[in-house]
């Protein structure tokens, strides 16, 4: 069953057919005056301007229309021309029905479902995974889940950053403590050496590496040369990376399940790797390869130039985006390249429809090369490869968010920060006093997971927020923590129902609290496509919370158990099942999991 503004827009757009308009202009809304009516519909105006009519007399005959219709208590013409409609309560206690009696909670599927792949959390090896990953990690779960609800066929893939100039810095600082590398394999001592690296070690390596390499122009320039050695295959260097590599990927893949975060593919650049060759191959017979200061690049600028300022300060029009560089000097792959050679084999592998690229917003010049590259090379349409940026989490000073000492925070710690909060709010709140040490770390860990998520996931994807862990832990308002109590309440509800007895029966609405409960139920479709068509979470949180808040109000003003009156109880208890229903569906598609009490 459609949401009631679709069932509206069908009754008013053939009122509008019905004298002779554009039954376009029948489009029903929900109302920005919700005290007046719940729905409205603005298309008088425009009917009356292209028909040379008042809007008003427009707007009234096309009310009149409406008078027979069996869903509609009444339709008011008000201001200029607007209609403002109300339904019935049977019409309401039908969708009510409808919703609690389906399994998908009153969404409807997509017409044709598409096969997308959602690239997400991209964690570098040999780096810890810090709060830049928090946001594709939490976003792009929920993007994954959310096209998979809808009908999609979807695969989340970490694209683990493997294969790059991290890898190379991390071998060049090997060859400088156990000396360097001759042939193609290690010597027995030096794969001692490299065993008895632990992730400990591997964590401060890299940023020693890093630093040394902005510094010292030798180090950089092995590095670089090591990078290129892998590449081309030198199997003592494949080694270390292997090794390496696995040590990092098992301390992310726990980060990730700490989070509720988890992937179809773990795949990451270095994948590709067998793809290269024949894919620049086939960009030189394209005709789109050339050479650039002794690197292989792509133009990708259509026409359009950015204002760019040279080392001499002086300033030029540059091509933009900036050509693609496929090839380093030293014959290396590059970011871009992996990510071109990642669409080769999705197209081949998934015959995706869309990919998805839940990545910083501040990788928004990356992805339009690769995305132009790959469309100049027949690869993949333009329009099947879309970047989701989004902003970033920042601290009090409103820059991205750091440590005191002013480091990155590891995602670890920031998840271990999270637990120890919602710890306290829960002693504080004498919540779970009762529970066993085992039950009340889970029901934490969850509080705390949520509110992080939940904190995330309430701002459109592209705004930036500022981390406040305490706020974000409140039990009140706009937060992970509330509607993880409010779905654990009706929880309680139901389950204390059964103990009495009490069965859910037929619904029906007469209070305007049961009104309001239904009409926050019916808005789950619309808040499900917006989420869908935007690739935006935000959507369904604000869902969330609206509807916990509906939940709230009608709890508060229409007895449950204390109902006298059957039939009214059991309708009662069928709204608050269906909600229940609805909000874990919401939850879930938000990442978030509740507790069965707290
Ligand atoms: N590893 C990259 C980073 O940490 C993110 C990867 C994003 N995905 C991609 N296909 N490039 O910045």
């Not at 696995?246 to 590709?272: C, I, T, Y």
Request: with cysteine; aromatic share 8%.
């Amino acid at each position: 069953m459609s949401d009631l503004a679709t069932t509206l827009t069908r009754h008013l757009a053939a009122a509008f057919a019905a004298e002779g308009l554009d039954p376009a202009l029948g489009a029903v809304k929900r109302s920005d005056r919700p005290d007046l009516a719940p729905f409205q519909c603005n298309g008088a105006m425009a009917a009356g301007k292209a028909a040379g009519k008042p809007p008003r007399t427009v707007a009234e005959v096309v009310a009149s229309r409406l008078a027979g219709v069996p869903e509609i208590a009444s339709v008011e013409v008000a201001g200029p021309g607007f209609l403002n409609i109300a339904l019935t309560d049977a019409c309401l206690a039908a969708r009510a029905q409808a919703v609690a009696d389906d399994p998908r909670c009153g969404a409807t599927p997509v017409a044709a479902p598409r096969r997308v792949i959602v690239d997400y959390g991209g964690p570098n090896v040999a780096k810890p995974m810090h709060v830049g990953h928090l946001r594709a990690s939490i976003i792009g779960e929920s993007i994954k889940r959310l096209f998979r609800f809808r009908g999609d066929e979807v695969w989340g893939d970490a694209h683990f950053g493997d294969w790059g100039f991290q890898m190379g810095l991390l071998i060049a600082d090997f060859e400088e403590r156990n000396g360097a590398i001759e042939g193609d394999d290690l010597s027995p001592l030096a794969l001692e050496k490299l065993r008895g690296v632990t992730l400990e070690d591997l964590q401060s390596l890299y940023p020693e590496a890093a630093a040394r390499a902005k510094e010292d122009e030798a180090f950089r320039d092995r590095a670089r040369k090591a990078t290129a050695r892998l590449q081309s295959g030198n199997a003592a260097y494949r080694k270390i990376w292997a090794f390496y590599r696995d040590l990092s990927m098992a301390a992310q893949k726990e980060d990730f399940r700490a989070l509720g975060v988890d992937f179809d593919l773990w795949k990451g650049e270095a994948d590709v790797d067998p793809l290269i060759p024949g894919m620049v191959e086939d960009l030189r017979g394209k005709g789109l390869l050339v050479e650039d200061q002794g690197a292989q690049v792509v133009h990708v600028a259509g026409g359009e130039t950015k204002k760019r300022k040279l080392e001499d300060g002086t300033v030029i029009d540059a091509p933009f985006p900036p050509p693609l560089l496929v090839v380093s000097s030293e014959g290396s792959a590059m970011y871009g390249t992996t990510d071109l050679a990642t669409i080769v084999e999705r197209a081949k592998d998934f015959s995706f429809d869309l990919c998805l690229y839940v990545v910083d917003q501040r990788q928004g010049d990356h992805f339009e090369q690769v995305f132009r590259a790959a469309a100049l090379a027949g690869y993949a349409p333009r329009a099947a490869l879309e970047h989701v940026g989004f902003g970033t989490m920042n601290g009090p000073d409103g820059k991205p968010f750091k440590t005191r000492a002013g480091g990155v925070l590891r995602l670890a710690d920031l998840i271990e920060m999270a637990r120890e909060k919602a710890r306290e709010r829960l002693r504080a709140d004498e919540i779970g006093s009762d529970f066993s040490a085992e039950e009340f770390e889970d029901v934490a860990h969850k509080v705390g997971i949520a509110a992080l998520k939940f904190a995330d996931l309430a701002n459109f994807r592209g705004t930036s927020y500022v981390f406040d862990l305490d706020r974000f832990m409140s039990f009140e308002g706009k937060t992970g923590p509330y509607l993880l109590y409010q779905s654990v309440r009706i929880k309680s509800i139901l389950r204390k129902a059964d103990e009495a007895g009490f069965k859910a029966g037929p619904i029906a609405i007469s209070h305007p609290n049961e009104r309001a409960l239904t009409l926050a139920l019916d808005a789950f479709d619309a808040a499900l496509a917006a989420a869908y068509e935007k690739r935006a979470p935000h959507f369904l949180a604000e869902h969330a919370f609206s509807l916990a808040q509906a939940f709230s109000g009608f709890y508060t003003n229409c007895p449950i158990l204390p109902e006298k009156e059957e039939a009214v109880r059991a309708s009662r208890l069928a709204l608050a099942q269906a909600t229940l229903k609805q909000l874990a569906r919401t939850l879930d598609l938000l990442g978030l999991e509740a507790p069965a009490r707290m």
